[in-house]
């Protein structure tokens, strides 16, 4: 829980053609120090020019999100209003009126008006590369929520089973071919750390017969490097990294590298590869290739 301070799912639905990446830029304020001010805030916390309150769902952020992200007895003692809470959680810049990029990405009714890369894109390939044919593809979108239960319930059935008689017996055991949590934890580490500021490429996720790729627009940011990735954490999206947090998607931070480590580990997968770009990032599962003992 958070104090307050003072200061969908439609995967043959078409994403729109005509949307404006201009949209994407801070709102213009009235001094230079607002200006200024604007400009020094990591993006997920700048106000989306051209966009209102209207174009947030405020009754899910009232009756949904403060009562799981924000302690029941701030809220019986907090009497301002729904502008102030959403400045409270840097969702909206109150001094404008006018939302934040996390607004728009947890609360907006329509993220991709605003965000055009705000979005999950996964292809299902019959083969190892991209010139197998495809198996199926899916597009998860709107707010936050939905694309993370959308993910939740899509990730399960996804995963091929393997059935393992045990030896002497007449049981068996379920092996799957990776493990739920580990991929479960990787995209959402994608989107709690892509970049939304200058690129308008989904989180792209490419499962073929030998493997899963998930990228994600964006490099290593602030502290991390390549040697310490693993345990070094910072923040592209802090607004939205607390929002993950709050909605019970994200327990710790820090930690998830090691925690898909060891899940691929005993599952029988081989460890994780990790490939850093400029201007993006690429983490590779290969399919179980063992039984764990």
Do not use: C
Request: hydrophobic share 40%; aromatic share 8%.
């Amino acid at each position: 829980m958070v104090k307050l301070h003072d200061s969908g799912i439609d995967s043959n639905e078409t994403l729109p053609l005509d949307l404006v990446s201009a949209s994407m830029k801070p709102a213009p304020a009235e001094s230079g120090f607002e200006k200024r001010r604007a400009a020094d805030l990591p993006f997920d916390e700048q106000p989306v020019r051209g966009s209102t309150t209207e174009d947030l769902a405020l009754d899910y952020f009232r009756d949904s999100y403060l009562p799981r992200a924000v302690a029941d007895d701030v809220l019986r003692e907090n009497r301002r209003g729904i502008e102030h809470q959403l400045g409270s959680l840097r969702f909206l810049a109150t001094d404008l009126a006018t939302p934040t990029a996390a607004g728009l990405l947890v609360l907006g009714k329509d993220p991709l008006m605003w965000l055009p890369g705000a979005y999950v894109q996964l292809v299902r390939f019959e083969g190892r590369d991209k010139a197998a044919p495809i198996r199926n593809q899916k597009r998860f979108f709107r707010r936050l929520e939905h694309v993370v239960e959308g993910l939740d319930a899509f990730l399960p059935f996804a995963i091929e089973t393997a059935r393992i008689p045990l030896e002497g017996s007449m049981q068996h055991r379920d092996l799957p071919d990776y493990p739920e949590s580990a991929l479960r934890e990787l995209v959402f580490n994608a989107l709690m750390h892509r970049n939304y500021a200058t690129s308008n490429a989904p989180i792209q996720i490419d499962w073929f017969s030998d493997r899963v790729e998930i990228s994600n627009p964006g490099g290593l940011f602030g502290r991390v490097t390549r040697d310490n990735f693993d345990r070094t954490t910072d923040y592209r999206n802090p607004a939205v990294a607390e929002a993950m947090r709050a909605l019970k998607y994200v327990e710790r931070y820090g930690v998830g590298i090691a925690r898909v480590r060891a899940a691929l580990e005993r599952n029988g997968n081989p460890p994780p590869v990790f490939r850093f770009e400029a201007e993006s990032a690429t983490v590779t599962m290969r399919k179980r290739e063992r039984i764990p003992v």
